[in-house]
């Protein structure tokens, strides 16, 4: 069957649900990125330059997913105060806005305190509360998805795992790609030049271990799909089958296939592996590979949603006999 | 026999009785429709539907091709409404005799429903400012809105009332093959059941004439 896309207006017609997606699991993960070089500090007082880098950058990915977020709207000011606003706590929406706002204050609290330098110890405690709110945070990106209910292309049961995980992946690497392009200039570049072999070596195993578990859960998706594509619809038209076709053959598999799984997530991975056995050009390495999970995190947000467009069409298309009555 | 294309027959002149109490329905049958656009043109002109809105479409399914079907959907005003279910703020409501409507007052555009309803029924202005998308207009069941019924508010903002006028939507009421029914639920069952039993003798036995069996 053809696949059909019966909505007039996407939210990926301008960009900015994607955007949202992509820079709120980015916000989410380069937070726990900071919080983790902040406990590493111990063995290499380089992650405390990661730490800062990844906090800093967390806040305009927090506030730039906000703002895209609100500009989606057909009344941007009511999104932006949305606690007076919002009053359906059945919808995905109103978490997601609760979400976004109350990891907002740990996000930027936690930066000012490295930026000032002063309260290590209130620093790392609000860096521990603010992880559970980072990931609620990043879960709710996917869950504004799922919560729709209807598309069977964002299933409840992939997408949250999915997301946190891409976006402690892009969180790694632009905290990554950062390091490599700033170091040279920062005051503590003697220091980090001593220790920069040892923190390409971590990102690059970090980089590897998210990859890994993104290839499993990329995989149960497709499983996922072509298992229900396996199963006779009540409405006579198998609207998995449909969208596992337009996904791994359809107008979505170039963007799949090539950006998502080729460049988003093998070529760093084989890269990983090279880097690890050569031990030669880690920085150039590391750099193509950090800014190859970058466009892949982007990617994966734009590729979601457009594979939600497709939709089922309800009416019974098998009704000669068994024509429903909706509703 | 019983005539249940009254439901829908603009001659009938009335909705059902204790309309207020009923649960209004569409039904669509696929394999009555033949793509005339009728009830897009008359959705459109009878309530002012603005530019690259459409309240109701008929989506072409495998065109060119076997099982070619035609599809029209207007607003199916489900009864558990997923639309209803994911807006945040509450501007979608069910009336008391099943409409779904939307306040346009309280929509703040966000284009979740769209991404809920089963059959892309929400509809957004296009061409505003920054690519904004305003908020959301469907179908009304030709049953206005949220506001004094029929109003001059209303009409503008909503179209027309033509259940408050005790008549059916519009786009039903036109359908020259009754592919769209619309009414009383307890009514539109009727039909679907008759049509049901009706086809149900067998493919050889599909016409015009078994399709209407009271002519």
Same mark, same amino acid.
């Given at each position: 069957m053809t696949p059909i896309i019966v909505m007039q207006s996407k939210w990926s017609d301008y960009g900015f649900v994607p955007l949202y997606l992509f820079l709120g699991g980015l916000a989410a993960g380069l937070f726990i990125v900071a919080v983790c070089a902040d406990f590493a500090q111990a063995k290499s007082k380089g992650y405390a330059t990661v730490a800062k880098l990844a906090a800093y950058t967390a806040i305009p990915a927090w506030a730039l997913a906000g703002l895209f977020i609100a500009i989606h709207l057909g009344r941007p000011w009511r999104g932006v105060f949305f606690p007076w606003y919002f009053s359906n706590y059945g919808s995905w929406m109103v978490f997601g806005g609760w979400a976004l706002l109350l990891s907002g204050p740990f996000i930027v609290v936690y930066a000012a305190l490295w930026y000032f330098g002063i309260y290590p110890k209130v620093r790392r405690v609000i860096g521990i509360i603010g992880i559970p709110f980072a990931i609620w945070f990043a879960i709710n990106t996917a869950m504004l998805l799922s919560g729709s209910q209807t598309v069977p292309f964002w299933p409840r049961s992939v997408l949250p795992v999915l997301f946190v995980n891409s976006g402690v992946l892009t969180g790694v690497a632009v905290a990554g790609l950062l390091l490599l392009l700033t170091y040279r200039y920062l005051p503590a570049v003697a220091e980090l030049k001593q220790s920069m072999g040892q923190i390409i070596l971590a990102g690059t195993v970090a980089v590897l271990v998210f990859e890994l578990i993104e290839i499993l859960i990329l995989a149960f998706f497709l499983n996922y799909l072509s298992a229900l594509a396996a199963t006779p619809s009540r409405m006579g038209v198998n609207m998995s089958a449909v969208v596992f076709d337009y996904l791994v053959r359809g107008p979505l598999a170039v963007w799949f296939w090539v950006g998502l799984v080729g460049a988003g997530i093998l070529i760093p991975l084989v890269l990983g592996v090279v880097e690890l056995i050569v031990r030669r050009w880690e920085e150039q390495l590391a750099g193509v590979k950090f800014a190859l999970l970058i466009v892949g995190g982007l990617l994966l947000r734009f590729i979601i949603v457009w594979g939600g467009e497709v939709k089922p069409i309800m009416p019974p298309l098998s009704g000669l006999l068994n024509p429903a009555l909706f509703g | 026999m019983a005539k249940p294309l009254m439901v829908t027959d603009p001659s009938a002149g009335a909705a059902p009785a204790k309309a207020q109490a009923a649960r209004m329905k569409f039904y669509v049958d696929v394999k009555r429709c033949i793509e005339c656009g009728g009830c897009e043109v008359a959705c459109k002109n009878e309530n002012n539907v603005p530019m690259g809105i459409a309240r109701i479409r008929v989506v072409t399914v495998n065109e060119g091709q076997t099982g070619e079907t035609n599809v029209p959907i207007p607003c199916m005003h489900c009864t558990n409404a997923p639309c209803i279910s994911v807006c945040p703020v509450d501007a979608l409501f069910t009336r008391a005799d099943g409409i779904v409507h939307v306040n346009k007052e309280t929509c703040i555009g966000c284009g979740y429903c769209g991404y809920a309803c089963p059959f892309g029924v929400p509809q957004y202005p296009s061409g505003l400012a920054f690519g904004q998308r305003g908020v959301m207009d469907k179908c009304t069941f030709c049953a206005g809105g949220p506001e004094k019924p029929l109003s001059d508010r209303e009409r503008l903002m909503y179209g027309s009332n033509r259940v408050a006028e005790g008549k059916l939507p519009l786009c039903a009421s036109v359908c020259a093959t009754k592919a769209l029914v619309a009414g009383d639920a307890v009514e539109v069952e009727k039909v679907v059941r008759q049509r049901v039993a009706t086809r !149900?003798? !067998?493919?050889?036995?599909?016409g015009w004439s078994t399709a209407y069996p009271t002519g």
């Amino acid at each position: 069957m053809t696949p059909i896309i019966v909505m007039q207006s996407k939210w990926s017609d301008y960009g900015f649900v994607p955007l949202y997606l992509f820079l709120g699991g980015l916000a989410a993960g380069l937070f726990i990125v900071a919080v983790c070089a902040d406990f590493a500090q111990a063995k290499s007082k380089g992650y405390a330059t990661v730490a800062k880098l990844a906090a800093y950058t967390a806040i305009p990915a927090w506030a730039l997913a906000g703002l895209f977020i609100a500009i989606h709207l057909g009344r941007p000011w009511r999104g932006v105060f949305f606690p007076w606003y919002f009053s359906n706590y059945g919808s995905w929406m109103v978490f997601g806005g609760w979400a976004l706002l109350l990891s907002g204050p740990f996000i930027v609290v936690y930066a000012a305190l490295w930026y000032f330098g002063i309260y290590p110890k209130v620093r790392r405690v609000i860096g521990i509360i603010g992880i559970p709110f980072a990931i609620w945070f990043a879960i709710n990106t996917a869950m504004l998805l799922s919560g729709s209910q209807t598309v069977p292309f964002w299933p409840r049961s992939v997408l949250p795992v999915l997301f946190v995980n891409s976006g402690v992946l892009t969180g790694v690497a632009v905290a990554g790609l950062l390091l490599l392009l700033t170091y040279r200039y920062l005051p503590a570049v003697a220091e980090l030049k001593q220790s920069m072999g040892q923190i390409i070596l971590a990102g690059t195993v970090a980089v590897l271990v998210f990859e890994l578990i993104e290839i499993l859960i990329l995989a149960f998706f497709l499983n996922y799909l072509s298992a229900l594509a396996a199963t006779p619809s009540r409405m006579g038209v198998n609207m998995s089958a449909v969208v596992f076709d337009y996904l791994v053959r359809g107008p979505l598999a170039v963007w799949f296939w090539v950006g998502l799984v080729g460049a988003g997530i093998l070529i760093p991975l084989v890269l990983g592996v090279v880097e690890l056995i050569v031990r030669r050009w880690e920085e150039q390495l590391a750099g193509v590979k950090f800014a190859l999970l970058i466009v892949g995190g982007l990617l994966l947000r734009f590729i979601i949603v457009w594979g939600g467009e497709v939709k089922p069409i309800m009416p019974p298309l098998s009704g000669l006999l068994n024509p429903a009555l909706f509703g | 026999m019983a005539k249940p294309l009254m439901v829908t027959d603009p001659s009938a002149g009335a909705a059902p009785a204790k309309a207020q109490a009923a649960r209004m329905k569409f039904y669509v049958d696929v394999k009555r429709c033949i793509e005339c656009g009728g009830c897009e043109v008359a959705c459109k002109n009878e309530n002012n539907v603005p530019m690259g809105i459409a309240r109701i479409r008929v989506v072409t399914v495998n065109e060119g091709q076997t099982g070619e079907t035609n599809v029209p959907i207007p607003c199916m005003h489900c009864t558990n409404a997923p639309c209803i279910s994911v807006c945040p703020v509450d501007a979608l409501f069910t009336r008391a005799d099943g409409i779904v409507h939307v306040n346009k007052e309280t929509c703040i555009g966000c284009g979740y429903c769209g991404y809920a309803c089963p059959f892309g029924v929400p509809q957004y202005p296009s061409g505003l400012a920054f690519g904004q998308r305003g908020v959301m207009d469907k179908c009304t069941f030709c049953a206005g809105g949220p506001e004094k019924p029929l109003s001059d508010r209303e009409r503008l903002m909503y179209g027309s009332n033509r259940v408050a006028e005790g008549k059916l939507p519009l786009c039903a009421s036109v359908c020259a093959t009754k592919a769209l029914v619309a009414g009383d639920a307890v009514e539109v069952e009727k039909v679907v059941r008759q049509r049901v039993a009706t086809r !149900g003798y !067998g493919e050889s036995n599909w016409g015009w004439s078994t399709a209407y069996p009271t002519g």
